[in-house]
Nanobody, 128 residues
């Protein structure tokens, strides 16, 4: 069993930054693929970013086109925590953000159905 707790959401003006954290217990995150998803009101949950499980070559990040160049996913193995640094935020980024774990096998990082444990979500609001 894995427990995930997100934090760091809030209200930020357009162009601002936030850093989301996802702290885990029950399992070492370095052995899992970690993903960030978001869901805006009336919309389906969408992929934001993922970072592969640690291998001999390290971890590989993946990003949705809409956030590439603005968001950065990273992990701190000592703290068993994954981060999502979000810069140049705009109103379209407004959503509840969730972190989730996925088994390390397979290369489809964008499908939320392949993730097994989810946090409760943290709200990010960027007023227009």
């Amino acid at each position: 069993q894995v427990q995930l707790v997100e934090s760091g959401g809030g209200l930020v003006q357009a162009g601002g930054s936030l850093r989301l954290s996802c702290a885990a217990s029950g399992r070492t995150l370095s052995s899992l693929t970690m993903g960030w998803f978001r869901q805006a009101p009336g919309k389906e949950r969408e992929f934001v970013a993922a970072i592969s499980a640690i291998s001999w070559s390290g971890s590989t990040p993946y990003y949705a086109d809409s956030v590439k160049g603005r968001f950065t996913i990273s992990r701190d193995n000592a703290k068993n925590t994954v981060y999502l640094q979000m810069n140049s935020l705009n109103p379209e980024d407004t959503a509840v953000y969730y972190c989730a774990t996925k088994p390390p096998t397979g290369s489809d990082y964008r499908n939320p159905g392949l993730y097994d444990y989810w946090g409760q979500g943290t709200q990010v609001t960027v007023p227009s």
